[in-house]
């Protein structure tokens, strides 16, 4: 069942670029994040308080443990999204996003001094080499010249993940998956709401956009979090975060459905090396 799970994950997470792209032409990215993780919070707190009330119960070093996840996962990761997803196409920032379980597994590897195999190896360089395709637009010769700000916001993006991956495991050792969902979101929304007010706020307000931040936060956030800590705590952080690399391929259907987007030869290049790295890379 939680492999069902998470492949839903993958999808509904696809959709958050689709989601993102609409919020991010409207709003600020930490206004447009606060109203996500606002709607979030209405479905996971009262979810929290009916299952388990010791879930609003932290001690001092469980508190410090959900606020870096907070700070990574919710804050961090909000930003970068938003402001990404403002300049680039979600078919080419969901192909960058993809990265994630390339640094969540070097992360893991240093922790716990494993050796990394060859054939993991190779497909780090498989989803390095496609991750330059996407970047450079199919030109690889000019790879600085068309590295743009909208790509260095989504490079953003699989570092923050990355690390959320990479503590939610020692976090899950002493807190359940609800608990630290509901209290990185609490601890995350707070930061985003303190920079909100510095940004301006539309005047008109599409009723689609309101439509894209509830899917943000009850698809995106409500559901999603709370499977994924599921995912980390019965099966491990890298194989949970192997079901990231369906992710592109969600959004790039996602996208072409939904926002009439029209796939580039070299991001269907590029995808076949970053999701056959990955695919390696979890397989071996």
């Known amino acids: 069942m939680i492999y069902i799970k998470l492949?839903?994950?993958?999808?509904?997470?696809?959709?958050?670029?689709?989601?993102?792209?609409?919020?991010?032409?409207?709003f600020g990215s930490f206004t447009g994040a606060s109203f996500r993780y606002a709607v979030a919070l209405l479905f996971l707190l009262p979810m929290a308080w009916l299952k388990d009330k010791k879930t609003f119960n932290l001690n001092r070093k469980q508190f410090f443990q959900l606020l870096v996840l907070g700070l990574t996962g919710i804050f961090g990761y909000s930003y970068f999204f938003f402001n990404g997803l403002r300049l680039v196409e979600a078919s080419h920032g969901a192909l960058i996003v993809a990265l994630n379980p390339v640094l969540v597994l070097i992360m893991t590897s240093i922790r716990d001094k494993k050796r990394i195999g060859a054939i993991k190896i190779i497909?780090?360089?498989?989803s390095i080499i496609g991750l330059v395709v996407v970047i450079s637009r199919g030109n690889i010769g000019d790879l600085l010249s068309g590295f743009s700000w909208g790509d260095a916001f989504m490079l953003g993006c699989?570092?923050?993940?990355?690390?959320?991956?990479?503590?939610a495991g020692d976090a899950l050792k002493t807190t359940?998956?609800?608990?630290?969902?509901?209290?990185?979101?609490?601890?995350?929304?707070?930061?985003l709401t303190l920079c909100a007010p510095f940004e301006p706020f539309p005047t008109q307000i599409n009723p689609l956009v309101w439509l894209a931040i509830a899917y943000l936060g009850i698809c995106g956030t409500v559901l999603g979090f709370v499977w994924y800590y599921e995912g980390i705590s019965k099966?491990?952080?890298?194989?949970?975060?192997?079901?990231n690399n369906l992710i592109p391929v969600f959004a790039m259907i996602l996208s072409i459905l939904i926002l009439g987007e029209h796939i580039e030869t070299y991001a269907m290049a590029g995808s076949v090396f970053v999701i056959g790295g990955v695919f390696l890379i979890n397989r071996f």
Do not use: D, E, H, R
């Open 7 to 26: 492949v839903l994950v993958a999808l509904m997470w696809g959709g958050t670029f689709i989601a993102t792209k609409m919020a991010a032409q409207t």
């Open 123 to 126: 497909g780090m360089f498989l």
């Open 158 to 167: 699989p570092i923050c993940w990355a690390l959320y991956t990479f503590y």
């Open 176 to 191: 359940t998956p609800l608990q630290a969902s509901t209290w990185a979101t609490i601890l995350g929304f707070c930061l």
């Open 235 to 243: 099966i491990g952080a890298v194989k949970t975060s192997a079901f």
